[in-house]
């Protein structure tokens, strides 16, 4: 089973996402926090990290970058509620950018795309292709 490390300082948000991907039948690891992702991402091998830029004691685009630099290159995927950071060049460093939103539609099929990509899938979109998906209401 796919399993896919979710990163967010904010409990009900954590358990909205975490319900959206357990539902489409990803195994769930969450982390409040950086460094607590950082260890996870050691001892649990998840297959996509899903982020928020914004945490309570650290930027999330410190951890990013954090990320990023480990070698097992887990993709990233950034999901805000801030469409402003998507021109950060750190945010770069991320498969793919998605606003949050009340309806989880497009961040499944982001979340799907990002993983077919990684395992040599293609569904014709670039792999970091930079998507901002905000056609709903920000959570």
Known sequence: ??????????????????????????????APSGPEALRLLDTESPDLVVLDIRLR????????????????????????AYASFQDDYTTWLAESYVLKSSDPTEF??????????????????PYHSRSTFSNSSPL
């Open 57 to 80: 004691s650290e930027s999330g685009l410190d951890v990013l970058q954090q990320i990023a630099s480990h070698p097992s290159r887990i993709p990233v995927i950034i999901l805000t």
């Open 108 to 125: 499944l099929v982001e979340v799907q795309r990002v993983l077919d990509c990684r395992q040599g899938r293609s569904m014709n979109v």
């Open 1 to 30: 089973m796919t399993r896919i490390l979710l990163v967010d300082d904010e409990p009900n948000v954590r358990l909205f996402y975490s319900a959206v991907l357990s539902d489409a039948g990803y195994d769930i690891i969450e």
